[in-house]
Each structure stands twice: as C-alpha cells, then as structure tokens.
C-alpha cells in the first residue's frame, strides 16, 4: 500500500479515536469501510479494487461533510490516494 494511503488512513484513525460525536452506527460504518479498504487492498495488491469500495469512500464523504468536515477532508484524500494509483 502505498505510503501515503498509509498515512491518510492512520489519520482516520486517529481521528476516529478522539471519539468525535457520531453515532454508534456511523462510527461503525466508518470503521468498516477503513477495514474493507484495507483488505480490498492487501488481497490485491497489483490489483484494483472493485468500484463499490470506491463509492462507498465517496458516499461517505457525503454524510459526514457538513458535520465532519475534517473527516470528509480525510476521506477526500484517501480517494485521492486511491487516484492516483490508478483507481
């Protein structure tokens, strides 16, 4: 994985960790699609991963852009990330 996905994703999870006010559901939904990225891209690591993890990144920027902005900043540039390599 390169380096600065790496990087994008410990913030996430930093960002999760300071228990930012969300719901049980969101977190939980946030905290499955860092793990779904991170064994999407492990399993296929020359490879690509598939579309609906791509949009799953996105939908979730949508939800939390106007009450968490700095996480939807991180979940932009993890899409970012996921770009430039190609995806």
């Given at each position: 994985?390169?380096?600065?996905?790496?990087?994008?994703?410990?913030?996430?999870?930093?960002?999760?960790?300071?228990?930012?006010?969300?719901?049980?559901?969101?977190?939980?939904?946030?905290?499955?699609?860092?793990?779904?990225?991170?064994?999407?891209?492990?399993?296929d690591?020359g490879?690509?991963?598939?579309?609906?993890?791509?949009?799953?990144?996105?939908?979730?920027?949508?939800?939390?852009?106007?009450?968490?902005?700095?996480?939807?900043?991180?979940?932009?540039?993890?899409?970012?990330?996921?770009?430039?390599?190609?995806?």
């Amino acid at each position: 994985m390169p380096e600065n996905l790496q990087r994008h994703l410990q913030e996430l999870r930093d960002q999760l960790a300071q228990n930012p006010p969300m719901s049980a559901d969101e977190r939980a939904r946030l905290a499955s699609l860092i793990q779904d990225l991170e064994l999407q891209l492990a399993r296929d690591a020359g490879g690509v991963p598939d579309d609906s993890l791509v949009d799953g990144i996105n939908l979730a920027v949508e939800r939390f852009e106007v009450e968490h902005p700095t996480l939807a900043a991180t979940l932009r540039n993890i899409l970012q990330s996921l770009a430039s390599m190609g995806i």
